[in-house]
């Protein structure tokens, strides 16, 4: 198969973690004689530099062309002090708008074998954790106007949805929970803000047209303590920008650790695009010590976007296999047992490709 596939690094842990990703492209490409073309873009920090912008539009142009892009992680907090606009975060969002990414896929997943660092968890269930979060990604309070009144002493960020948009990844998410254990949870906090009140209404009206899918909806409060006390219960979550990021990184310790986490994005005009949930995380920066799985995973999402199901459960297996067999980073690892760096995961990984 033939694919242009835009290469992102980014900052921080991105280029580590994107080099293991790379790997495994790359060996899924030659062991199943694909066609992927790649090419590198660069963002973050680095285009700050050279060009003083987050997210140059040559990058833009060049992700807008490509059949997928595969990103790292971006943020800085050299720049956190920047205007809006200027930092390396509001590039990231940048890119999302123009390749109108509105859904964005979540998978949370429970594995046997990985050390779960928080012990306010129910353990035993973990291993059978197997649900998915559906977060609107190109609208909501990250886009609405923002800004400053009386000299700065007042800010504002506007949340706005339209029924359109609520209905576009309400389908998408739908259309999950049918293909899965059929339960969707749309999570809102509408009995306090109207753009919650608004998409119960469209969801609401949109469950009539899948009545296989048994639609619940919960309070974001409500739902961030389920999603502790009784994970095995969530099969697909839809939520909003905002509540979908801050769920997002609260289930990944259901995974062991936020480096776990893939994710892929799927816009307008079959627009993608896939990267791990982790962000830039300077502190662990050049240690060789980053998740690679987050990142692996993301590059397996891409496959099954690509309809390349056989490469993605090769990948998923490769992954599972080097957890079973304790060949995994820091973060996971059981503090008495050895630890391996990001490109030894990497490694074996692509070995274990290589040979099944
Ligand atoms: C994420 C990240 C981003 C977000 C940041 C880096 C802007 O936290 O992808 O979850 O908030 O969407
Ligand atoms: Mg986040």
Same mark, same amino acid.
């Given at each position: 198969? +033939?694919?242009?596939?835009?290469?992102?690094?980014?900052?921080?842990?991105?280029?580590?973690?994107?080099?293991?990703?790379?790997?495994?492209?790359?060996?899924?490409?030659?062991?199943?004689?694909?066609?992927?073309?790649?090419?590198?873009?660069?963002?973050?920090?680095?285009?700050?530099?050279?060009?003083?912008?987050?997210?140059?539009?040559?990058?833009?142009?060049?992700?807008?062309?490509?059949?997928?892009?595969?990103?790292?992680?971006?943020?800085?907090?050299?720049?956190?002090?920047?205007?809006?606009?200027?930092?390396?975060?509001?590039?990231?969002?940048?890119?999302? +708008?123009?390749?109108?990414?509105?859904?964005?896929?979540?998978?949370?997943?429970?594995?046997?074998?990985?050390?779960?660092?928080?012990?306010?968890?129910?353990?035993?269930?973990?291993?059978?954790?197997?649900?998915?979060? =559906?977060? !609107?990604?190109?609208?909501?309070?990250?886009?609405?106007? +923002?800004?400053?009144? +009386?000299?700065?002493?007042?800010? =504002?960020?506007?949340?706005?949805?339209?029924?359109?948009?609520?209905?576009?990844?309400?389908?998408?998410?739908?259309?999950?929970?049918?293909?899965?254990?059929?339960?969707?949870?749309?999570?809102?906090?509408?009995?306090?803000?109207?753009?919650?009140?608004?998409?119960? !209404?469209?969801?609401?009206?949109?469950?009539?047209?899948?009545?296989?899918?048994?639609?619940?909806?919960?309070?974001?409060d409500n739902a961030s303590m389920k999603i502790i006390m009784n994970p095995i219960d969530f099969d697909?979550?839809l939520s909003d920008n905002m509540f979908g990021d801050i769920l997002s990184d609260e289930a990944s310790?259901?995974?062991?650790?936020?480096?776990?986490?893939?994710?892929?994005?799927?816009?307008?005009?079959?627009?993608?695009?896939?990267?791990?949930?982790?962000?830039?995380?300077?502190?662990?920066?050049?240690?060789?010590?980053?998740?690679?799985?987050?990142?692996?995973?993301?590059?397996?999402?891409?496959?099954? =976007?690509?309809?390349?199901?056989?490469?993605?459960?090769?990948?998923?297996?490769?992954?599972?296999?080097?957890?079973?067999?304790?060949?995994?980073?820091?973060?996971?690892?059981?503090?008495?047992?050895?630890? =391996?760096?990001?490109? !030894?995961?990497?490694?074996?990984?692509?070995?274990?490709?290589?040979?099944?």
């Open positions: 198969m +033939k694919k242009r596939i835009v290469i992102i690094e980014g900052d921080g842990i991105g280029p580590e973690v994107i080099r293991q990703g790379k790997k495994i492209l790359l060996c899924i490409n030659n062991k199943f004689n694909h066609n992927f073309l790649y090419t590198e873009a660069i963002a973050g920090k680095l285009a700050i530099r050279k060009y003083n912008n987050p997210m140059p539009d040559d990058t833009i142009e060049n992700c807008l062309k490509a059949d997928a892009v595969l990103f790292g992680a971006i943020g800085d907090d050299k720049y956190d002090n920047y205007p809006i606009g200027m930092r390396p975060e509001d590039g990231l969002l940048r890119l999302r +708008k123009k390749m109108r990414l509105f859904c964005n896929i979540r998978p949370i997943i429970g594995y046997e074998n990985i050390h779960y660092s928080s012990n306010t968890i129910n353990k035993p269930i973990l291993p059978n954790v197997d649900f998915v979060i =559906y977060r !609107e990604l190109s609208s909501g309070i990250y886009f609405g106007k +923002k800004g400053r009144l +009386k000299n700065g002493e007042i800010a =504002y960020d506007y949340c706005m949805y339209s029924k359109d948009e609520i209905k576009e990844i309400g389908i998408m998410a739908f259309q999950a929970a049918d293909a899965r254990k059929k339960k969707l949870t749309l999570v809102d906090k509408a009995n306090v803000l109207e753009t919650s009140r608004l998409w119960r !209404e469209v969801i609401q009206k949109l469950a009539l047209d899948y009545p296989h899918v048994q639609l619940e909806c919960l309070y974001v697909v979550i310790i259901l995974s062991g650790s936020l480096g776990m986490i893939p994710s892929a994005s799927i816009g307008k005009n079959k627009k993608a695009l896939f990267e791990p949930i982790h962000g830039s995380y300077p502190q662990a920066a050049g240690k060789n010590i980053a998740n690679p799985l987050g990142c692996i995973l993301s590059v397996s999402m891409m496959f099954h =976007y690509f309809g390349l199901y056989k490469e993605q459960k090769l990948i998923e297996n490769a992954v599972k296999n080097s957890i079973n067999n304790n060949i995994i980073t820091k973060d996971i690892v059981h503090p008495l047992e050895k630890y =391996y760096s990001t490109e !030894e995961v990497g490694n074996y990984i692509e070995l274990y490709i290589k040979n099944h």
